[in-house]
């Protein structure tokens, strides 16, 4: 890495001191009645553009610092927004022992046997402000017909717009539950302010060593039906 002047060095540090300032402390010292949607969205910013200015140091190169930090900024705060989203989740067993054994084929030699057998929402596209419903059902089956531990994680994950890697939230829940099959229901409120862009919503279970996990994805769209552009890339338009 190149040798820094004295005065690069006086700047680099005034950019990222002030892009965690910016950003961070704003998080904390916002409007008491803001949704938590907001405050980690600044949250995330203040993280990214701290991280993104680091990059740009690590560089060697001054416009890679401010560059690194308004795009970590974005990314950041796109990430951080998933903070004020709440995943409403219930599930209740609908076949026993018996009845999934039959319907499956499922022998007792196999072990331990974990499924996601389904997993739909009616709604690929979604505008801010309103819900969305997912639903489906998993299996899971032992040797012998007796109450277990069964682990759900319900992950919400937002598509980064310069990666295009998925990044998640999760959420889970332990269950003690009869060998079977259960259906789940989870319902989404979308926060008024949420970020347009790809979403993917995904269930996992486990029990012991075995998991299983399916995922659908959705969009947050504008109301208006026009294309969406989020750091100068179009993501998707309205149909």
């Not at 950003?23 to 553009?49: R, Y």
């Not at 076949?95 to 196999?110: E, F, L, V």
């Amino acid at each position: 890495m190149g040798t820094f002047s004295k005065k690069t060095i006086k700047s680099i540090c005034f950019v990222v001191l002030m892009c965690f300032l910016t950003f961070s402390f704003t998080g904390c010292a916002m409007d008491p009645n803001a949704s938590n949607t907001e405050k980690g969205a600044a949250t995330g910013a203040g993280a990214g553009a701290l991280a993104g200015a680091l990059w740009g140091l690590s560089t060697g190169k001054t416009d890679n610092v401010v560059k690194g930090a308004f795009v970590g900024a974005l990314v950041g705060g796109a990430v951080g927004a998933l903070a004020g989203w709440v995943v409403d989740y219930k599930s209740r067993q609908v076949a026993d022992y018996r009845q999934t054994k039959t319907r499956t084929g499922y022998k007792p030699t196999q072990g331990e046997w974990v499924r996601v057998s389904s997993l739909n929402t009616s709604q690929k596209e979604i505008d801010p402000g309103k819900s969305i419903n997912f639903n489906g059902e998993y299996v899971v089956m032992t040797p012998e017909d007796k109450e277990i531990e069964v682990k759900e994680v319900r992950t919400l994950m937002i598509q980064d717009p310069e990666t295009k890697e998925f990044v998640p939230k999760s959420d889970e829940g332990t269950i003690t539950m009869k060998p079977g099959t259960r259906q789940f229901d989870s319902n989404i409120p979308i926060p008024a302010n949420a970020q347009p862009g790809n979403y993917k919503f995904a269930l996992k279970v486990a029990h012991q060593d075995k998991e299983a996990q399916q995922e659908v994805p959705f969009s947050v769209v504008t109301k208006q039906g026009k294309l969406i552009v989020i750091i100068g890339e179009p993501v998707f338009a309205m149909k």
